[in-house]
């Protein structure tokens, strides 16, 4: 931790949750412990900085999301409880709960995920029901 791994062609050519190798621009000396370990991208820094962190660390997993331009199917329909979320196209519906603070939308999941990048898109679901979606904000 805090130590300079490697260099990089520029923060904007870069995606949190990215993986990092040579593939894409970024060479990086890992350390023997972590050297069979992928690293993806937790942060973007403003001195044109990544900050790294190798697979199961708890830096990659969020618990929570602002969801920006929510669009509610029916927006008269009070907004259940509980409600489950799903992030890719297949991905597994994963229970949480949505608040409203200061007009913002903020969606709690019950346990942190790996994999969440801002610009995705988040689909709230009641049992079997779309209830809306909008863009992920971290």
């Known amino acids: 931790e805090g130590t300079s791994l490697g260099t990089h062609h520029g923060t904007p050519f870069y995606t949190i949750g990215q993986k990092v190798g040579p593939h894409i621009g970024i060479n990086i000396k890992k350390p023997i412990k972590d050297a069979q370990r992928k690293f993806y991208v937790v942060e973007k820094i403003k001195n044109n900085a990544l900050i790294v962190a190798p697979e199961g660390h708890p830096s990659l997993k969020i ?40 007009k913002k939308y903020i969606f709690i999941f019950s346990k942190p995920i790996f994999g969440l990048a801002p610009g995705q898109h988040i689909v709230l679901y009641s049992h079997d029901k779309i209830i809306g979606g909008g863009e992920i904000r971290l």
Do not use: E, T, V, Y
């Open 63 to 102: 618990s929570k999301i602002f969801i920006n331009s929510l669009h509610l199917i029916n927006p008269k329909n009070p907004i259940p409880k509980k409600l489950a979320a799903r992030i890719r196209h297949l991905g597994s519906l994963i229970p949480g709960k949505l608040k409203k603070q200061n």
